[in-house]
């Protein structure tokens, strides 16, 4: 009985690959995901690293429509990088060699979640689409996904 007990504790500890394949089920918006594991257990999935505009925000549409583009009804590379704080898993997702996260940056499409994430490729990527007046940037003032979620509240 210990023995087994020791075997399940030392098998737990053993590091748990970050990285699977998953179909592409459902889109809510353009930075969140839905996937049907091999197991056909659903997981939604948050991309890590960027903030897309909200659905009722100018180009949230454009945004899940580009995330629906590159990833519905596809199989997907999940990289695993966390969960956040409504247990969703953050991912950085591939479609072959694309990674969705860094393709929605470089459209126009999404912020770098810079207050969670420190990735300089990423803020990179939204300096390029923001200098280059690529999707959003070509408003003049777009507002943030996070300042619009907290004037509703």
């Not at 991912?91 to 393709?103: H, P, Q």
């Not at 929605?104 to 300096?127: P, T, V």
Request: proline share 3%.
């Amino acid at each position: 009985m210990v023995k087994t007990f020791l075997i399940l504790i030392l098998f737990a500890l053993l590091p748990v690959s970050d990285s699977f394949k998953a179909l592409v089920i459902g889109v809510y918006s353009g930075d969140s995901i839905v996937v049907k594991l091999e197991d056909k257990t659903q997981l939604r999935i948050r991309l890590d690293g960027i903030d897309c505009p909200e659905m009722k925000q100018e180009y949230g549409d454009s945004a899940k429509f580009a995330t629906v583009g590159l990833c519905f009804n596809k199989q997907i590379r999940v990289e695993k990088t966390g969960v956040d704080s409504y247990g969703r898993t953050l991912a950085f997702v591939y479609v072959d060699d694309i990674c969705v996260n860094k393709e929605l940056l470089r459209l126009g499409l999404a912020w770098h979640y810079a207050e969670y994430n420190s990735d300089a490729e990423l803020a990179n990527l939204e300096r390029e689409a923001r200098k280059n007046k690529v999707g959003l940037w070509r408003q003049p003032n777009p507002e943030s996904p996070g300042d619009f979620r907290h004037k509703k509240k």
